[in-house]
């Protein structure tokens, strides 16, 4: 065999592996997500999907490989050789490329300019699908009087086929331009071009192509700059931007023609004249006027901030937004046994601190949430789910074997346990759940096996290893050969199990947020909201959400997955709006309406996280003076509160304190919930308004550290609860409460206990709090805490919390004018 066939079968071995392996590959990943697609209820659309993925994805690449090679071909065409200098010995000589080199050359570079281009254009087929399918909202906006779902569903896909285009001309034209000066077709005589017949058609398409694409983006233009993808609205932009865009949609259009015609027959002078006074107009209507002349924002006009208040609400879910008092507890007794003083973070501390009597013996922490039902009449209660430590494999020895992690005790996880708040502490029961085991839930990454006749439960969600394919297939698509063994035969396969994961797959034209637990009917289920973005809607301003600029964020959807049996579901929110409403008439039936939503999972529906920080936002007014509207706490916190005045019914409710003014009072308390009807939300400005105790420090010695202060409407005033910890300075879990403050309008009370400080609230005066028991031991303990925190206080800087505990140890040590220890008499 000669040197050269050999070669010749090494180069085709090569390529063979390559076309087995990648193609082996995938025909895996397509076996396997086929299997998967059937485990999941309505599992036939999300194939489909896949199937209109890659048919998108694989027509833009088939578009832009056939631009790029097609240019590039027609280059190659206008060759007539390439000869290349060689030096042999002390001669220099020329050499003819071959024909066949020079082809290959130009294929690879056009399809190299074709892949390049079509990079990033992965997920454009969810815009495609959404703009083939458009949403109505029934709205216009008032500037160009174009219904919403336009920006949302079909604008998107427009910009980016339009920008696509542009980038194709563009760039073509340029990379055509430099091939053609270097072969000589075209060079410039006093900034004319002067080029052969063939470069002149080929380029004078090319531009043609290139002026159309800046009148397409000029026809989008107002759209785009209403939508505010151009910045915000201002003086400048709605009287010189949207009516200059249609004068350089008529400039691109002569252009375009003037391009074809010089493609035709040679007018360098007419070309030049027309380009000229396109690139002008399009750097002064879109470039210099938006830099230079901004205007006045028309925030002045009452219309238009009118309009716009309407429209954000819209774009971010608050429509519900109601400027009135949530529902009240109807007494401090109520109150003081429904709202937690404990929070999640310190809930889950006290849970690892007893894990091995309380969790699994390979589990941890997977998610806490507020417990809308209380347990045997008690305080508080606290809902604690668990999952697989998987970061402790790295620290085991020896390394669990396979079996171990994918069908032992690593691959599932015990019951939840429920926390409930006592006086000065929690009580941890193990909760009675129809299942013993989950099998599924944040944290749950590896894929396990189980027996189908040991957990029946699990059969709809399994993939069974039957047939030799599927077991192939699936084995290489989760890079485990041990599922080809023939012990595994029968078995079913629970993938993707981490809640998220599930449902971004299903649904990945929306964001999921973290699961929040739930038990309904005996069940533990993980409930998710996915966020439906959108970075164009008119007249909204702008937010900033995970790093993205968007106008349009709502949680349109639901995900629920039962982490006994992994079976997925995907509701419509309550109150959900066009947009969700569309993809769910898409993904039908994968996507159910709200009203299917079980009773059960529905009443404990926790207000969207992301949803509720935005409409806070919304109702605080931007100011940066001493009116300035400033958080009270930090965070939004969660409370259980009744959904109706004097109702039996209890929901989880979100809510945020603000305060303002010099000195600070509470203005208002914005809550929300998902109530029987939907979203509610409201903006209370409780009238007197409240002035709250100083911001509560915790100190070194003895160790404390200040819990989630909560705000709630008791009878019409404003309640507040928070508890002070026993909590070591590094960190670690709490010991258990040391005092617990409350207020109530403008009474104070506190106590070691919960129950202790609302007999020192209802038994106090109106006024600054004194202390209770004056006995000299109470006094002397008091004072101990007050300097205690007052230290704290002034070593963190806190000089209005200092003032406020020195004023208090003042009072206490001049309390009735004795002192604490009695004088010494004469000796």
Do not use: C
């Amino acid at each position: 065999m000669t040197r050269a066939r050999r070669r010749s079968w090494l180069v085709a071995g090569a390529a063979a592996l390559v076309v087995v392996l990648v193609g082996g590959r995938w025909l895996a990943l397509e076996i396997a997500e086929r299997a998967w697609a059937a485990s999941v209820p309505g599992g036939e659309v999300y194939v489909v999907g896949h199937d209109v993925a890659r048919l998108v994805s694989g027509l833009i690449l088939l578009l832009t490989i056939g631009w790029g090679t097609g240019n590039v071909f027609l280059v190659y065409r206008a060759i007539g050789s390439v000869q290349l200098p060689r030096r042999l010995g002390d001669l220099e000589i020329v050499e003819a490329v071959p024909q066949r080199v020079l082809l290959g050359g130009t294929l690879t570079t056009g399809l190299v300019f074709g892949f390049l281009l079509a990079l990033g254009t992965g997920d454009w087929w969810m815009a495609a699908r959404l703009a083939s399918h458009a949403p109505r909202f029934g709205v216009a906006d008032p500037l160009l009087q174009r219904d919403l779902g336009f920006y949302v569903g079909q604008l998107p896909w427009l910009e980016r086929m339009q920008g696509l285009f542009l980038r194709a001309s563009v760039t073509g034209t340029i990379l055509v331009a430099l091939l053609y000066l270097g072969m000589g077709s075209l060079r410039f005589r006093r900034w004319l071009p002067q080029t052969s017949a063939h470069a002149r058609g080929h380029l004078g398409l090319l531009l043609a192509a290139t002026a159309l694409a800046l009148a397409w983006g000029a026809v989008l233009d107002p759209a785009e700059t209403v939508a505010g993808l151009h910045g915000a609205l201002d003086q400048g932009t709605l009287e010189v931007r949207l009516p200059g865009a249609a004068f350089v949609t008529a400039l691109a259009t002569v252009a375009t023609i003037i391009s074809l015609v010089w493609a035709v027959r040679d007018r360098p002078a007419l070309l030049v004249a027309s380009w000229s006074a396109l690139l002008g107009a399009v750097a002064i209507v879109f470039l210099v006027v938006p830099a230079v002349w901004h205007g006045a924002a028309p925030d002045t006009d009452a219309t238009f901030v009118a309009e716009r208040t309407r429209l954000e609400r819209l774009a971010y879910g608050t429509e519900s937004l109601a400027d009135g008092a949530p529902p009240a507890w109807p007494t401090a007794e109520a109150a003081v046994l429904a709202l937690p003083l404990w929070d999640a973070g310190r809930v889950g501390a006290a849970t690892a601190r007893r894990a091995p009597q309380l969790l699994g013996p390979h589990s941890q922490v997977a998610g806490i949430g507020l417990s809308v039902h209380g347990h045997d009449g008690s305080r508080a209660s606290w809902l604690v789910a668990q999952m697989p430590d998987l970061e402790a494999l790295a620290h085991v020895q020896p390394a669990p074997q396979w079996t171990d992690l994918h069908r032992g005790s690593w691959a599932h996880a015990g019951r939840p346990v429920v926390a409930v708040e006592a006086d000065s502490g929690l009580r941890f029961a193990s909760l009675a759940t129809r299942d013993s085991a989950a099998w599924f839930g944040p944290g749950f990454r590896e894929f396990a096996v189980v027996a189908a006749d040991s957990w029946p439960a699990l059969r709809a969600s399994g993939i069974a290893l039957a047939g030799s394919w599927r077991r192939t297939a699936l084995a290489w698509a989760l890079q485990s050969p041990e599922l080809t063994r023939k012990e595994t035969d029968g078995l079913l396969v629970l993938w993707r199990r981490d809640v998220v994961e599930r449902l971004q797959r299903l649904a990945p034209f929306a964001k999921f947020d973290v699961p929040a637990p739930l038990v309904a009917d005996g069940t533990l289920w993980w409930v998710a909201y996915g966020y439906l973005e959108s970075e164009a809607f008119p007249l909204v301003r702008r937010l900033e959400w995970q790093g993205r600029p968007l106008r349009y964020l709502r949680a349109g959807l639901v995900g629920a997955v039962s982490a006994a049996s992994g079976g997925t579901r995907l509701y419509l929110t309550p109150g959900a709006d066009s947009l969700a409403a569309t993809w769910a008439r898409v993904l039908d039936p994968l996507v159910q309406p709200s009203e299917s939503l079980p009773a059960a999972l529905r009443s404990q529906l926790p207000y969207p996280r992301q949803a509720f920080r935005i409409a806070a936002a919304l109702v605080t007014p931007a100011r940066t003076d001493s009116a300035a509207w400033l958080p009270r706490p930090r965070d939004p916190f969660e409370v259980v509160a009744p959904v109706t005045e004097a109702g039996a019914e209890t929901r989880v409710w979100t809510a945020q304190g603000f305060e303002t003014g010099t000195p600070r009072e509470v203005t208002a308390l914005v809550a929300a919930t998902i109530g029987p009807q939907g979203p509610e939300l409201f903006a209370w400005r409780p009238s007197p308004t409240v002035r709250l105790p100083g911001v509560l420090v915790g100190s070194p010695q003895p160790p404390t550290a200040p819990g989630v202060l909560r705000l709630w409407n008791v009878g019409g005033l404003l309640f507040s609860a928070q508890a002070l910890f026993n909590e070591p300075v590094s960190g670690g879990p709490p010991a258990g409460i040391d005092a617990v403050f409350l207020t109530w309008s403008d009474r104070r009370g506190q106590g070691a206990t919960p129950w202790a400080a609302l007999r020192d609230l209802l038994a106090a005066g109106r006024g600054e709090h004194l202390a209770a028991d004056t006995s000299l031991a109470a006094r002397w303990q008091e004072a101990r805490r007050l300097a205690a925190q007052a230290d704290a206080a002034l070593a963190a800087g806190d000089l209005e919390a200092f003032g406020r505990y020195y004023r208090q140890l003042t009072q206490l040590l001049d309390l009735s004018r004795r002192t604490l220890a009695p004088a010494s008499g004469p000796r």
